[in-house]
């Protein structure tokens, strides 16, 4: 079993899906394979998927911050989905109100928001 | 943090990314998720994505054929993509060629595959 956390590809899309408590060395290699990925296919958006998780701690926040700023370095779109409600509610209490992280309810709205962004410039009304 | 498997949605293809050593209980449990969830959205397609497992014994593998032989009696086609070449191997050297189980190189092959599917009656040559 490896301790890396697989990143599956969309299209241009990067799917990533956090299905357990991370250590510090497993998010240190999410951020270097993500960047690097990103790199490689080119991608325009990358989703987090959180639905596995009942926690978020501090640290996993911070983590998901700095992987948003990093992608959009890179020229990519970060959005974290499938949040459960009692970890929007621990995030809020903690004061980590997720700055710069944009959110969808799941999976499926948040690619529906890349596609939207891609599409901004003809589809804003 | 659950230790039941998340099934994310896209669109109509259900999909599972398997990161972690499943123990029994897991897989049970999987299989009851799975085939509620194929109920509940009338997914057409199952994506089982096993890029993360480094090692799949005798044990994944039938759950691998269980899912897809459930999944088809529902009227869904399951197909498992992702898996290492090290893994095919092992699996040929047990005896475990997964009959019955469709595969695919990636996810993004895996959901081609399914698109071609619903469209083969208009689209194959």
Known sequence: ????????????????????DLE???????QEDLSQRIVDTNARGVIID???LEIVDSFVGRMLATNA????????TTIVCGMRPAVAITLVELGLSLNGVRT???LEQGLALL???RTAGTARP
């Open 50 to 52: 959180i639905s596995a």
């Open 1 to 20: 079993m490896t301790d890396r956390v697989p990143i599956l590809k969309i299209g241009d899309v990067l799917l990533v899906s956090i299905q357990t």
């Open 24 to 30: 510090d060395q497993m998010v240190l290699d999410l």
């Open 104 to 106: 969808a309810l799941n």
């Open 115 to 117: 596609r939207n962004e």
């Open 69 to 76: 700023a990093m992608s959009r370095i890179l020229g990519s």
